[in-house]
């Protein structure tokens, strides 16, 4: 582990009204990830412009190439050709920081002859995997990790799999995600039945490949009789990154930010919507609809927020709700977040991390098990642990626009939005150091 001298710290100082016009935000995270899983999928090369390029995704792209397929890259265009068979890998397969990834290839490699060892980062190999290994394993597939298959790093075998008739416990695009890229090559129809529709890319962009999906209370998944049809896709703007300046402009007075080309899945837009509730102005502008519907979000301060509670669609907003959290602590009122337990087991404990850099700011608030209470007040100038997490340094880094900030392990902001300091350093004045 590094010690505090090794980490890279970021100095967020207090800002001024901004106008701000972005098409800079980063691709989206979830979006990328699937292209590059989802090409392996059909036999001709598919097409990805405006892929991220950051650390997470980057991993997920180098573990397609380690399946035999092959990459080429001009300019913002990438061309993945599929193998003729996917190659059993000679050393492990590292999805960096990113549960998508990991997740998502644990459904994917599954029903793939071969051995295959996924692992990832420190705080990857912490997070837990059994709601993954748990369903495959009962369909056939050959799964083992530290603690029965719970954590990382995790062996597969690949085994032809049985169909299934999943009811999950819990509203994961990750679960289902992994679950329907199983049922592809399953003996026959399966079933999933989540708690709430959670977020819905993996079944948008695999019906536009030429998969039979059927999505209504009951997602109907059919195997695969043929490799599908390539993706010819360019990424949209990620809605989660673009969050962190939306948020800006609804608790700076005087401030308006235009976000250019993200994607406005309603299952991706949910928090820019609790955002609008407590008193920001948000308005939504679609310009195209294929695999996604994708347009601009304009956002404008529109006086001091008011105080909110949530506790419905929270896989709708699961990523979000740092951030969420910096304009809770602003409005007027005490706002409260229930139904969130899974905040716990993402890239930190984000109830933990959030209410403690709130106390560290001089918010009063308190964590629940499933959730915490913010009273609204001012930011206090503080230093701010990001506990490894890049959603809880940049919510921070935000905050900073209202009180100085000092937020130490920042290098984690690589893994998805890696042009974030840049972006925030056109509307305030940044520092960063070892």
């Given at each position: 582990m590094r010690s505090e001298t090794e980490m890279k710290w970021l100095h967020v100082k207090k800002g001024e009204s901004f106008d701000l016009v972005c098409d800079k935000i980063a691709s989206d995270k979830s979006i990328s990830h699937r292209c590059a899983i989802f090409s392996l999928l059909s036999d001709k090369p598919s097409i990805v412009r405006n892929y991220l390029r950051a650390e997470d995704t980057l991993c997920t792209l180098n573990i397609v190439k380690q399946l035999g397929a092959e990459v080429e890259e001009s300019g913002n265009r990438l061309k993945i050709t599929p193998p003729d068979g996917l190659s059993e890998p000679e050393d492990v397969l590292d999805c960096g920081n990113s549960g998508t990834a990991m997740r998502l290839f644990c459904g994917f490699l599954s029903s793939i002859p071969g051995h295959f060892v996924l692992t990832g980062d420190r705080y990857l190999r912490r997070r837990p995997m059994r709601r993954v290994t748990e369903p495959l394993t009962q369909i056939g597939a050959k799964i083992d990790g530290r603690e029965d298959g719970n954590l990382a790093p995790l062996c597969l075998r690949g085994e032809r799999l049985r169909s299934f008739n999943y009811e999950s416990q819990i509203a994961s695009a990750q679960v289902k995600s992994a679950m329907i890229l199983a049922a592809l090559r399953a003996d026959d129809v399966s079933t999933y039945r989540e708690p709430e529709l959670s977020r819905d890319h993996t079944e948008r962009m695999l019906r536009g490949m030429g998969a039979n999906i059927e999505s209504w209370d009951t997602i109907t998944i059919?195997?695969?009789?043929?490799?599908?049809?390539?993706?010819?896709?360019?990424?949209?703007?990620?809605?989660?990154?673009?969050?962190?300046?939306?948020?800006?402009?609804?608790?700076?007075?005087?401030?308006?930010?235009?976000?250019?080309?993200?994607?406005?899945?309603?299952?991706?837009?949910?928090?820019?919507?609790?955002?609008?509730?407590?008193?920001?102005?948000?308005?939504?502008?679609?310009?195209?609809?294929?695999?996604?519907?994708?347009?601009?979000?304009?956002?404008?301060?529109?006086?001091?927020?008011?105080?909110?509670?949530?506790?419905?669609?929270i896989s709708w907003l699961i990523d979000e709700l740092p951030a969420l959290s910096i304009a809770m602590a602003v409005a007027e009122g005490e706002s409260v977040v229930k139904n969130a337990a899974e905040l716990r087991v993402k890239e930190s404990d984000r109830i933990s991390c959030v209410i403690d850099g709130l106390k560290a700011c001089g918010i009063e608030c308190s964590e629940t098990e499933d959730g915490y209470k913010i009273v609204g007040s001012n930011f206090k100038s503080a230093e701010i642990d990001s506990c490894g997490d890049h959603r809880i340094a940049m919510s921070f880094a935000i905050a900073g626009l209202l009180a100085d900030m000092r937020i130490k392990d920042v290098e984690c902001i690589e893994t998805s939005f890696p042009n974030f300091t840049e972006i925030l350093g056109s509307i305030t004045e940044v520092e960063s150091w070892r």
């Open positions: 059919e195997p695969l009789i043929k490799p599908l049809e390539p993706l010819d896709i360019t990424v949209p703007a990620d809605p989660s990154s673009g969050f962190f300046f939306a948020v800006a402009a609804a608790i700076v007075p005087g401030s308006r930010v235009v976000l250019k080309n993200v994607t406005l899945n309603p299952t991706r837009t949910e928090a820019y919507k609790v955002l609008k509730e407590m008193g920001a102005r948000v308005e939504f502008e679609e310009m195209q609809n294929r695999y996604e519907p994708i347009g601009d979000i304009t956002v404008t301060y529109d006086g001091r927020l008011k105080a909110v509670e949530v506790s419905e669609r």
